[in-house]
Every structure is written in structure tokens, then in C-alpha cells.
């Protein structure tokens, strides 16, 4: 798809960066040295902040924010899951933000995370919604020093990311081991060199009850059938990873953890909820199966214990609720003292996946990022976007050298998809 912002008109107007001096220069340098070649008749530090507009889809779990500028400069960001019902909080947001300079992202972060800790600014809606914002604060910030987000983190360690497809073979759908084997075979086929599968079935048949997360035998029988079907299909090379989102208690996630040893998994997502670190750690430590958390902590406050106690082998943050991406750095660079693998979680468009891209490149313990099928079944996810080039090749997402992020929000792709009875950017 082809991108038709108007970026150029106001790179013209803004500042020309040094590119080749960037490349050896940490992202506080890069920036400095930006700012001082500016054009004077735009300086970016007369860029001001005028209003942040926004739009959600899919009910509100997808929030979409634009922040523009007194210099006609945006910047786009995206958070996820913990974000319906916050329209409101993204315009208080902009209040506190407007006639302040999107170049200071970090800064602009910590003012809106400190006024708000007896706002809920700990987790959840509020930091999923900061999320957003962080991220299109670093957009806007590339876009003004006309330099890609990763080399605003300080330069990159690689030039494309690895991504494993999530094939969304729900177990609602009570899918059987042959549907496991096609799946894997089919992410396979499309280059895909690892492949993730969900575990926890609500209407399992041989559930104790609805309540009860204690997997039955039987259940145990059917996960252990349904992976090593798609073990056998795809062989030994490829990495198979198994999620179970936080729906089981520790004894299910300890007997699934061992049930699959032989089956060599890249990890075990998730076996239990997010907020017993201690369990995590009974876990990790009675299975040679890999145990990978995150999606469901937030900042990098969320992943001190886990890390400082070992009780995952894998961090998995989404970057798009987590804190955003420098939140996503620090928590990367956190694991890397403990030599923990950052793969994080993402269930976000292409927006969302190319900005967290950008934060898996700037990272030296980067393992995998996690990438969704509906990028090629669902017409909408190329709707929304506007963007050049080939969103994934052979299992890799090749990394945007354009100004910021490197995809636009497309307002009227997406406006047919906004949720019905909230303001779409207004």
C-alpha cells in the first residue's frame, strides 16, 4: 500500500539531520546534533503541542491517537486491549500536554505517569492509553529530527525482526490435532519460521466446570495431542510456542509445563494469571519447558520481581499497554542484566507492530516478536494503515528507515471500523 501522507511538505519546512553522523551517536547525541542543524526558520524547539485526536476499533481495544503541532507535524501511536471506554482520558491527557515540545519524550512521559498516581497510573487503562501517546510522541519526535524512532533509541542492532505467526486457531472452535498440524504447516509454507497456539478451552468437554481451572485428564491428553500434531507436521527446526493466558491454576501449568518437554517448545505462555510471581517461579523451576510472562504487567515496575527472583525464563511485554516504547527498552535492557530473552507481546495493527519492531531492533536480547494471521486474512488491518513496501517477508518484518515509526494512520480506511457512539477524531 502506498503512503500518501504529506510528511515530505513539512520535512522541507522542518530540519535536515545528519544521517551519517547519526548512525555511531546514542539517541540523546543524535538528537542534539539534529536540533543544532535545524533549519532556524522551523526549529524544533519552537514545536509546540496543540491536540492529541483519537479513534478506536473493535469495540475500544483498539485505541489509535494522533498528536498534532503548531508546525503541521503529527505523530501517530496505538494502545491495546486495556483501552475501552477511554476517549475521556486521552482528552485530559491533551490538556496536560498541549503548547509543551513533543521532543521531550521521556520527560512528557514521567509528567503524565506522576500526575497520575492516585489516577491509576500504576497499570491498566491509564497506562495502556500513556502507551499511545508515548509512542506517537516518539513518531512525531522522528519525524521532527527526520530520523526512524530506533535510531532516536540509540541505534540498532538489527535491520529486520524476527516475528513467529500467531495463527489464531481458537479453541473455541474446538479445533482437533489434524487442524493444530494444517495450521503449523500453513505459517510454514508462508516463511514463517516459528508458530504459536492457544491451550486454554473454556468449552472443554471434560472441564470440571467453568470455574474450576484445573485441567482434567483428559484436557491434559487433548493439549499434548494438539502440539505434537504440529510438532510431527513441521518437524524439530521450527519453534512451536503454547499460550494459555493466565487460565489455569499452578498445578495445571506445572503438569502442561512437563507434559510438553519432549516436544521442545520455544515456551510456555503464560500458565497462570500475572500476579503471583512466586508461582511463576514453582513453575520455571520444575519444567526444562521455557516459561514466558508479560502481556499482562505493566512498566517496567511489573517486571522487577519476576526478573529479580527468575521466575520466567521469557519477558513478554506489549508495547502497546506496557508503557510504550521507551518502557519497552528499559524493560528489555532490565532483563538483559539477568541474560532473560525479550520477545514481546503484540496484538496491535501494523502501526503497533512496526513501533514495537523499532524497540526490538534497538535491543541486543531481542528473540522473536510476536506477529498476527489476520495481517493477511482481515482486509481491515490493511485498511487502517498506510504504509511502503511488504509488511513481512519470510518471517521477518524488514525495519521502516522513514522519519518515526514509518506507518500513517489512515482515518478514512479506519472510519467505517470506529466504534459506534465515540468521538472519531474529533
Known amino acids: 500500500m502506498k503512503h500518501t501522507s504529506s510528511r515530505r511538505s513539512f520535512f522541507k519546512k522542518s530540519i535536515a539531520a545528519s544521517a551519517a553522523g547519526a548512525l555511531s551517536l546514542s539517541g540523546f547525541q543524535v538528537m542534539g546534533q539534529s536540533l543544532e542543524k535545524a533549519p532556524q526558520y522551523s526549529r524544533p524547539s519552537d514545536l509546540k503541542i496543540t491536540d492529541i485526536k483519537c479513534g478506536f ?3 475500544g481495544h483498539s485505541l489509535f491517537v494522533k498528536i498534532h503541532t503548531n508546525q503541521g507535524i503529527w505523530g501517530c501511536g496505538e494502545g491495546v486491549d486495556a483501552t475501552p471506554g477511554t476517549y475521556h482520558l486521552v482528552k485530559m491527557f491533551a490538556r496536560r500536554l498541549k503548547d509543551k515540545s513533543p521532543l521531550n519524550v521521556h520527560r512528557l512521559f ?60 481458537y479453541q473455541f472452535q474446538l479445533p482437533t490435532p489434524d487442524k493444530f498440524a494444517e495450521s503449523a504447516l500453513e505459517a510454514k509454507n ?123 525464563d521469557i519477558v513478554m511485554p506489549d508495547l502497546q499497554k506496557v508503557g510504550g516504547l521507551g518502557e519497552g527498552q528499559r524493560i528489555a535492557n532490565l532483563a538483559n542484566l539477568y541474560y532473560v530473552p525479550f520477545a514481546p507481546h503484540m496484538v496491535a495493527s501494523f502501526l503497533g507492530a512496526m ?40 518471517g521477518f518484518i524488514p525495519l521502516s528507515e522513514k522519519p518515526g515509526i514509518g506507518v500513517e494512520i489512515n482515518e478514512e480506511g479506519m472510519r467505517k471500523y470506529a466504534q459506534e457512539g465515540v468521538p472519531f477524531f474529533e
Open 110 to 169: 514521567e509528567d503524565i505517569r506522576r500526575s497520575g498516581f492516585f489516577e491509576g497510573a500504576q497499570s491498566g487503562m491509564y497506562i495502556a492509553v500513556l502507551s499511545a501517546i508515548e509512542s506517537a510522541l516518539w513518531d512525531l519526535a522522528g519525524k521532527a529530527l527526520d530520523l526512524p524512532v530506533y535510531q532516536l533509541l540509540g541505534g540498532k542492532f538489527r535491520d529486520k525482526v524476527r516475528v513467529y505467526c500467531d495463527t489464531a486457531l
Open 355 to 394: 513501533a514495537s519492531a523499532h524497540v526490538c531492533a534497538s535491543v541486543p536480547n531481542f528473540l522473536i516478536l510476536e506477529w498476527q494471521i489476520y495481517f493477511h486474512k482481515n482486509p481491515m488491518y490493511k485498511e487502517i494503515v498506510d504504509y511502503d513496501g511488504e509488511m513481512v517477508v519470510d
Open 190 to 312: 508462508m516463511g514463517f519460521t516459528a508458530v504459536k497456539f492457544d491451550l486454554d478451552q473454556a468449552n472443554d468437554p471434560n472441564k470440571y466446570d467453568w470455574y474450576n481451572w484445573t485441567a482434567s485428564n483428559a484436557e491434559l491428553l487433548r493439549m499434548y495431542e494438539q502440539i505434537a500434531a504440529a510438532r510431527k507436521a513441521v518437524g524439530p527446526d521450527m519453534d512451536i510456542c503454547a499460550d494459555m493466558h493466565g487460565r489455569y491454576d499452578a498445578i495445571t501449568g506445572q503438569k502442561v509445563a512437563k507434559l510438553l518437554e519432549p516436544l521442545n517448545l520455544m515456551w510456555l505462555e503464560e500458565p497462570i494469571p500475572a500476579e503471583n510471581a512466586d508461582a511463576y517461579k514453582a513453575i520455571t523451576e520444575s519444567t526444562s519447558t521455557p516459561i514466558c510472562a508479560g502481556e499482562n504487567h505493566y512498566l517496567a515496575h511489573g517486571f522487577r520481581p519476576l526478573l529479580e527472583i527468575g521466575a520466567v
Open 57 to 59: 476499533i473493535r469495540g
